[in-house]
């Protein structure tokens, strides 16, 4: 497969950043707890059960000094409708627990400290950073991975190496480029049939081949 140019990544850049500089994350939060609690619940789930599952959830654990003390089973309860879902309850109701005994009920927003919560990976932890504070970071996810690889962006077998490279060539506007990937994965080039109609980057995609991360 070929890869994209220095002039294309630039273009790339432009056209992303053009389309996508307001773009924020679909999943519903209100402040730093459910936006960590949420990411954490979205991953290999969609945005849109992830804002079934969690609006009964935080009104019954509203915080992390009561997730803290929650009973494992009714939190499974809570989220039996996410995969994994014992894992990633056993994961927030330790993630809860570690920043009220470290962190004194307060969310660390810092990407390495973030990474010491419990079910919070570099990609969780870049994700939050990106959504709450603009953080010039990037994360890969599904629809990043595959969007990359297409336009030439990327040929890594892996998330972590695909992240690494794409901030080695886009440098700036990582926050930008991380969420019009994941929209414009998720809703223009798509893993089957990708809307190629509908597509601003025709003229700079390498092919259409569904790359799996």
């Not at 432009?14 to 519903?28: H, I, M």
């Not at 932890?125 to 709450?132: K, L, Q, Y």
């Not at 010039?136 to 972590?160: C, E, W």
């Amino acid at each position: 497969m070929k890869k994209a140019t220095k002039i294309e990544i630039q273009e790339i850049r432009k056209r992303f950043v053009e389309r996508y500089s307001d773009a924020v994350t679909e999943l519903s939060y209100k402040n730093e707890y459910e936006i960590v609690v949420a990411v954490a619940l979205s991953a290999q789930c969609t945005d849109k059960r992830v804002n079934v599952i969690t609006p009964p959830l935080f009104e019954k654990y509203p915080s992390t000094k009561e997730l803290a003390k929650a009973d494992l089973e009714d939190v499974k309860k809570l989220i039996n409708s996410c995969s994994f879902f014992n894992n990633k309850a056993k994961n927030i109701i330790k993630m809860a627990q570690r920043v009220e005994e470290v962190y004194d009920g307060q969310i660390p927003m810092n990407e390495k400290e973030l990474q010491t919560l419990a079910g919070v990976g570099q990609k969780t932890a870049n994700v939050v950073m990106i959504e709450f504070t603009g953080a010039n970071l990037m994360a890969v996810d599904t629809h990043v991975f595959r969007v990359s690889h297409r336009l030439g962006l990327s040929d890594d077998k892996t998330a972590i190496a695909t992240e690494a490279t794409l901030v080695r060539k886009f440098k700036n506007d990582l926050h930008a480029l991380h969420q019009g990937m994941v929209l414009f994965g998720r809703y223009i080039c798509t893993a089957k049939n990708p809307k190629c109609e509908e597509c601003f980057l025709t003229d700079l995609c390498k092919t259409k081949k569904s790359f799996k991360v």
